[in-house]
């Protein structure tokens, strides 16, 4: 991550990959697309994917490789492509392990986005620690979990956005929050996919309505953040995790243009504003 810079001015944080490492083949080719299209795009590109899933709605749904393998995938995939990757951790030990095998950013779950020790220890870690900010967390609460980190710390620190609980099932995105989230001085993302699922609303798995995707995207960039968040695959509908909110992966190229667009104009609108 040395060569990368996120924030205020600079241009716009492409964060993607599926939910949960899968098939290996299947994961390089993600990245390879998913990095391709950055390029060309001229924004920077992390690849994303859950070496194990924590938060699962039933006990045998899939959970992923496991630490051993899936660390070795993602090192493998960061060499092969020069990118950054980023996996979710649950537990300390996780965070050890992710450290000691290069992960460049480790990401804290939104169910666990208050947990101390947890922070703490993403923060001794020397990776970039990336929040999910939970779904029961108003935008300026980010500012105590900052200070946690930071008391232990860590000084690279991202903030993403997915949704904050709206009744049963069923997840909202208040734009008015992102102002207030971006004002804090951290940079700020927008997880877009899981913005949009229904949790738990097909009974035994979630829902969603990734359709909205590019709209939603197209909205954030409007509205000033500093990255996207999207979990892509092959072929959604055989998902290990996350089938109904999932891109298809040859889809985003159709509309990702049009949102880097717009964050570049709401970026140059906003250094205006500020001269």
């Not at 493998?76 to 300390?92: G, K, R, W, Y």
Request: proline fraction near 5%.
């Amino acid at each position: 991550m040395s060569d990368f810079r996120v924030g205020q001015g600079e241009e716009l944080l492409l964060i993607a990959g599926p939910c949960v490492l899968e098939d290996r083949d299947e994961m390089f080719a993600v990245a390879e697309q998913m990095s391709r299209l950055a390029r060309e795009l001229g924004v920077n590109y992390v690849f994303k994917a859950s070496f194990l899933k924590d938060n699962r709605t039933r006990s045998s749904s899939p959970r992923g490789p496991g630490a051993e393998t899936g660390l070795r995938m993602l090192q493998d995939i960061a060499s092969e492509f020069s990118c950054p990757v980023l996996t979710d951790v649950h537990v300390e030990e996780e965070i050890r392990a992710a450290a000691d095998a290069g992960i460049d950013i480790v990401q804290i779950p939104a169910f666990l986005s208050r947990q101390s020790r947890l922070l703490e220890a993403a923060a001794r870690s020397g990776c970039v620690v990336n929040v999910k900010k939970g779904q029961f967390l108003a935008p300026e609460d980010l500012e105590h979990v900052a200070g946690k980190i930071e008391a232990a710390g860590g000084e690279r620190i991202l903030f993403t956005e997915r949704g904050t609980t709206f009744g049963y099932h069923d997840l909202v995105v208040d734009f008015r929050g992102f102002a207030v989230a971006r004002d804090l001085g951290w940079p700020w993302i927008f997880d877009v996919t899981h913005s949009l699922q229904r949790p738990s609303g097909q009974g035994a798995v979630s829902g969603g309505t990734p359709d909205l995707a590019p709209m939603m995207a197209r909205a954030g960039c409007a509205a000033g953040v500093d990255g996207l968040f999207l979990e892509v695959h092959p072929e959604p509908a055989r998902a290990h995790s996350d089938a109904s909110t999932q891109l298809p992966l040859e889809s985003v190229r159709d509309w990702l243009p049009l949102a880097v667009d717009l964050h570049r104009r709401t970026r140059e609108a906003r250094a205006g504003e500020r001269a």
